[in-house]
């Protein structure tokens, strides 16, 4: 089983950038799809972004395209999420997440393994 735990969150204002990480550890080859999820107060957990760890595909959702980047690091079994132009509805709890081990499945409805979650908080 793959663990997670993320770090980078943090307050920031309008417009400004963050970088979180997510350390992998355990059979991290085990997992073909990681990304990241935010959840904000009162709303549902929904999928920002995610990638095949074999490589070649990655998929953002349409309301951070072209402002988050999603990358990897092997050799550090580390993902990234790059966060600029931060905006005030960004602000959620941000979890990194990874599909069951030998499932291709890379919906966002089969991410169902979770890191504790890091706190990013952006004031206008």
């Known amino acids: 089983q793959v663990q997670l735990v993320e770090s980078g969150g943090g307050s920031v204002q309008a417009g400004g950038s963050l970088r979180l990480s997510c350390a992998a550890s355990?059979?991290?080859?085990?997992?073909?799809?990681m990304g990241w999820f935010r959840q904000a107060p009162g709303k549902e957990r929904e999928g920002v972004a995610g990638f095949y760890t074999r490589g070649g595909i990655i998929y953002y959702a349409g309301s951070v395209q072209g402002r988050f980047t999603i990358s990897q690091d092997n050799a550090k079994n580390t993902v990234y999420l790059q966060m600029n132009s931060l905006k005030p509805e960004d602000t959620a709890m941000y979890y990194c997440a990874a599909v069951p081990r030998g499932s291709w499945d890379c919906s966002w409805t089969n991410f169902g393994i979770w890191g504790q979650g890091t706190q990013v908080t952006v004031s206008s």
């Open positions: 355990g059979y991290t080859y085990s997992t073909n799809c």
